[in-house]
């Protein structure tokens, strides 16, 4: 098969010699031909010494590396590449009949770079970050179903909001496989829930709270737990299991209010000790007082660039500062960010910038990341993006 050929400046090779999957465009000598948004070149050093294969596309991230081998890119590469991935969530023993909800491919973490696929159920959520992902969508489906065999049934593609807006793809959000009376419920560690992957943020679930979810179950008995940010409620379900005196679901939009209150529903039907509200985080901690003595700030991004890194780090200190303030003596607080760009170091004092504003003494408990169907490839440390920390605030 033949490719067209990326040549690299002088010693611009050396990242990827160290096998980081991607090539910027400052990087690159010149290109032999024109290739198309998406499509499959050959990097070459400027020694003319073959480097890797990887998708091309507009932008300062030039190429995505798929392979550092000289290797055909075709359904049996796609195939062999999602197999590894299945086998690993198989051993991480993710598929049960307590739990069918998992992230089958984290892009560069499974040497898929521009792919997601969560599985919920019978049906996977695709999105692609990338051109060359969007491109080769249908082959993907296909390598899905052939990996996945019966345990899949649909296959919905979700990439209208992901991909880079000055590819002019035009993608549209359709089911590649199935399609037909499809049930929208999942279950994850014996809880069930609506998962909106239509309509719904990403593709429909924070899968990479799972763990984390758990470890708030263990801490929420008798306790008054004010979750944050709820969306699907999924913190909620797991205090409400825990056994918590009662637990308060608070989110600005009415529809993930709606998801929660369907979602409580589904697990735990007519139990009074469920409310939620549709309200702005930092108004509800500004005014509630000092009733809960759990806490879980799970925020959306504040940061999602560089250029705005300063003020998310002031919005975690601000968000962090009010529950600090308000929570019982001996209160538990669960905190995050989920922003790619603020690093473990800069949430960390952020939250301690907080700790220090409230007065208060608090101890780190436990400190948090994404689980281990959301791999880090070890060459790639910005495909760590979640991070957590569990307080106890005397």
């Not at 195939?79 to 739990?99: D, F, G, H, P, S």
């Not at 600005?252 to 309200?279: C, G």
């Not at 907080?354 to 060459?379: E, F, M, W």
Request: proline letters at 3%.
């Amino acid at each position: 098969m033949s490719y067209k050929k990326v040549y690299l400046n002088p010693k611009k090779e050396e990242s990827l010699k160290r096998f980081h999957p991607w090539v910027f465009s400052g990087a690159i000598h010149h290109i032999d031909g024109v290739p198309e948004e998406g499509e499959i070149v050959e990097i070459y050093d400027s020694a003319k010494k073959f480097l890797a294969l990887g998708h091309c596309q507009i932008g300062s991230i030039a190429v995505r590396i798929l392979t550092f081998d000289q290797e055909p890119v075709d359904q049996a590469f796609w195939e062999k590449r999602i197999a590894v991935a299945y086998q690993l969530r198989k051993q991480l023993q993710l598929i049960t009949n307590q739990n069918n909800t998992y992230r089958l491919i984290h892009g560069e973490g499974d040497h898929l770079p521009g792919l997601i696929v969560d599985i919920y159920g019978n049906t996977a959520v695709m999105q692609a970050h990338s051109p060359g992902m969007h491109v080769q969508r249908e082959a993907l489906a296909l390598a899905l179903k052939n990996v996945l065999g019966d345990a899949l049934e649909n296959v919905y593609y979700k990439s209208e909001g992901t991909l880079p807006f000055k590819a002019g793809l035009d993608a549209e959000n359709t089911y590649l496989i199935g399609g037909q009376n499809v049930s929208n419920v999942a279950l994850e560690n014996g809880l069930q829930f609506h998962v909106d992957w239509v309509k719904g943020q990403k593709t429909g679930f924070f899968v990479d709270q799972r763990e984390n979810r758990c470890l708030l179950e263990k801490y929420a008995k008798d306790r008054k737990v004010l979750n944050m940010f709820a969306y699907t409620g999924g913190f909620s379900c797991y205090a409400m299991r825990g056994g918590a005196q009662c637990v308060h679901s608070v989110d600005s939009s009415a529809k993930a209010i709606d998801l929660t209150d369907a979602n409580i529903a589904l697990n735990f039907p007519d139990d009074l000790r469920h409310q939620s509200f549709t309200e702005d985080a930092f108004k509800y901690l500004e005014q509630m007082g000092g009733a809960y003595d759990l806490i879980i700030l799970d925020p959306p991004a504040f940061a999602k660039h560089r250029q705005v890194l300063r003020n998310a780090l002031q919005g975690y200190r601000k968000l962090n500062a009010a529950a600090m303030a308000k929570i019982q003596a001996g209160g538990i607080l669960f905190t995050f960010s989920c922003s790619q760009v603020v690093s473990k170091e800069d949430f960390r004092l952020a939250v301690f910038s907080a700790a220090a504003q409230s007065g208060r003494r608090v101890k780190i408990l436990h400190q948090l990341t994404q689980p281990a169907d959301h791999p880090i490839n070890i060459y790639h440390p910005e495909g760590e993006y979640l991070k957590g920390l569990v307080l106890q605030v005397e």
